[in-house]
């Protein structure tokens, strides 16, 4: 009876000692360590953490067991390898910022809708794609959306021409002076051509995908950008967007799939789901 007494008086003693702001403060970290966790998983990120995390335990118990040397050698290592983890993983605190940057926790319902002229870009783009996967003609094309990507623009080739299916063709034609690199369309315009995209450095993306469609992934890791991709070696039509590769598209598979991804409905509590086709 006197276990069950001390039990009661110390968790009324708890309650009334807790504040609404501490637990307030907990929810707050615990959300913020479980975005970071979701953020560097399955990214080189993800084992340095274990590394540093492995290093914080054995200090600490170097400490309790009063060894000095080796505690004074593990401190100073962490206290170092904090300032090298900031330099070492720039891009990936950079996604992270830009990922943040472009959530839409706050915002109610930004319903986009496609108008004609984006509907007949995707045609044109599925229509090329169409074309150039029989010839097995290696293309990339970025679709801005959100997210401006004029720094990919200046790498490139100015073009600023209006889209359609042969001059997408033309770039591509692999005697063309800017078939390397991919085409960028924004603001409905084929911007530039030529031009250079961050690769992915995520080391689960299948072996038998080269560079291009590396390229490819890379920008939907850093951007919100809609990717159209046709393979030189199999002719095969893909799509990337936000981290993930579709692959094996038919053109009216692309074209379907091309329009949900520019009509995209951002939710109140940051998720989105593809809203209805016009
Ligand atoms: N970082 C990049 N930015 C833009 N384009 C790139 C980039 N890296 C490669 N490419 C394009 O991809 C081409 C090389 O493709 P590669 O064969 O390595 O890739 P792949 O994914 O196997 O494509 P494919 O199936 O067409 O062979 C280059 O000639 C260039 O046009």
Known sequence: MEIIEVIITFIKSFVSEVKVTYIIDIVIIAFVLYKLLSLIK??????????????????????????????????????????ALVIIFQPELRKALEHLGR??????????????????????????????????????IVVERMIGINDIVETGTVTDAKVSADLLMNIFYPKSPLHDGAVVIKNNRIMAAGCLLPLSTNKYISKELGTRHRAAMGMTETSDAVIVIVSEETGAISMAVEGKLQRFLDPSTLKELMVNALTQEKESNGGEKNAKKK
């Open 103 to 140: 959530s839409q926790w706050f915002l109610t319902s930004a319903k986009k809708t496609v108008n004609d002229e984006q509907v007949r870009i995707v045609n044109e783009i599925a229509d090329a794609a169409g074309v150039m996967s029989r010839k097995k003609i290696g293309a990339l």
């Open 42 to 83: 399955e990214t080189r990120a993800e084992q340095l953490v274990k590394g540093f995390i492995i290093i914080l335990i054995i200090a600490k118990v170097s400490e309790w067991a009063k060894l000095y040397a080796v505690n004074f050698i593990l401190q100073s290592t962490f206290t170092i390898g904090l300032i």
